[in-house]
């Protein structure tokens, strides 16, 4: 049985003085869309940090169009989190890795979608 694959609906490398990884953001045979940030570094100590698409190009998540995605639970490793259905995908242009208790960007991704 063939499996079916995930269509990659935008790829960028996170990059900042406190966070380094990667992201692609996925579309799944299911519908489901899926942001994955792997080899993910985050500086250690960090509290509550969290990931938003932004559709700001410095990734600035206290204007313009913002989603949160969640959580990290651990400062490195690989991570996926689900993009809500009411997210408009076009607008983001950033991922962005967030420290919400410092209000402090630790890191940013240029996000660039792929053609359809």
Known sequence: MAQETSEVLATGVIT?????????????????VVARLSQLW????????????????????????????????????????AVPGDA???LARTLVVYCSVYSVTFGVASLEHQAA
């Open 16 to 32: 900042g003085p406190e966070a380094r990884g990667k992201v692609m953001i996925n579309r799944r045979p299911s519908g489901e």
């Open 42 to 81: 985050v500086a250690p100590g960090a509290p509550d940090v969290r990931v938003y698409l932004s559709s700001n190009t410095d990734g600035d998540v206290t204007a313009g169009v913002t989603v949160e995605l969640g959580k990290l639970t651990s400062l490195s490793g690989d991570f996926a989190f």
């Open 88 to 90: 408009e995908l076009s």
